[in-house]
């Protein structure tokens, strides 16, 4: 079930903005009934109506995408910075699934089906997120310890389920660290590392649940397979 705004933000006809509008002024119908209330939840058996015109819902479309620096994860962006939705073309009204950093690169997820975002949004053990992480200095034993066991950001705890060091440079006093975390906070990775002394001057994500960035260079995406939908659909259970 979906917000009745939503749904027609979604079918293209108009903004969400606008969709609300069209529905407190009594222009959408569903199942051929006036709706005024705006929170209204409706599936995709239902029969809704603007302006007397029935909407057609957009086709689902699915797209992984290897982030460049440089692009911002929203559909628009009032400073006209570059969007990750530059990099896709398509007629879809797709979003981003989550967020990544202006300058942040990786894999990122993007779709027009709600249920799906909602599902790899969803803090859960089974959908993981693995980022690799440049550090200015290089993390101890005790600090990587510290992330696993619970580190407090924006008053909130939260753990990282691995952290792995990767590579050390003793020359720039830099090392690389793999960390995997399950929730999906704003500047989460950043902030963890912070909390234990380091700054991040660089972050790639490398994986969300199954998808990894294999065949995929900076910039570059494709569509994902049915199969790879239907094995997020799968996650819910
Ligand atoms: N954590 C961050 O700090 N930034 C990102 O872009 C993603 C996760």
Known sequence: MERLQKVIAQSGVTSRRKAEELITSGKVKVNGNIVTELGTKVSSKDKIEVNNQIIEKEPREYYILNKPRGYITSTSDEHHRKTVIDLIPTKARIYPVGRLDYDTTGLLLL???GEFANILMHPSEKVEK?????LNGIIKGEQINQLKTGVTIDGVTVQASRVKLKKVNEKNNTCMV??????GKNHQVKKMFESVGYSV???KREKVAFFNL???QSGEYR???PKEVAKVYALKQ
């Open 111 to 113: 779709t027009n089906d």
């Open 223 to 225: 569509k994902l397979t």
């Open 130 to 134: 693995v980022y690799m992480a440049k």
């Open 178 to 183: 793999q960390i995997t975390i399950h929730e």
């Open 201 to 203: 001057e660089k972050l």
């Open 214 to 216: 294999k065949d995929l």
